[in-house]
């Protein structure tokens, strides 16, 4: 069992950044796969960024490559997602979420454990 915590969003203009947390329990953290999601207002949850167990492969939705770095301190049990230029389409409810087995998806049925979120809002 794995649970999971965010924390760092808030509300920013176009163009800054924000670094997101998520701290995660349980003494099993580095063999999970882990990514972030993110859900604004009347959508669906869209994936944004993972991460692979060890670190060493990362994957990103398009629109943010460039711009968003995730990242993981397995000695912390946290992984990170680093945002900057920040856009108004960037505004939304981000979620961190952990998969057992430590390969990367891009669904979100493939994650089992999710963290409660943290509002992100991006002023133009």
């Known amino acids: 069992q794995v649970q999971l915590v965010e924390s760092g969003g808030g509300l920013v203009e176009a163009g800054a950044s924000l670094r997101l947390s998520c701290a995660a329990s349980?003494?099993?953290?580095?063999?999970?796969?882990m990514a972030w999601f993110r859900q604004a207002p009347g959508k669906e949850r869209v994936f944004v960024a993972a991460?692979?167990?060890?670190?060493?492969?990362?994957y990103y939705l398009d629109s943010v490559k460039g711009r968003f770095t995730i990242s993981r301190d397995n000695a912390k049990n946290t992984v990170y997602l680093q945002m900057n230029s920040l856009k108004p389409e960037d505004t939304a409810v981000y979620y961190c979420?952990?998969?057992?087995?430590?390969?990367?998806?891009?669904?979100?049925?493939?994650?089992?454990?999710w963290g409660q979120g943290t509002q992100v809002t991006v002023s133009s």
């Open positions: 991460i692979s167990w060890s670190g060493g492969e990362t």
């Open positions: 349980g003494r099993t953290f580095s063999s999970y796969a």
């Open positions: 979420a952990a998969r057992a087995g430590g390969n990367m998806y891009a669904t979100s049925n493939a994650y089992a454990y």
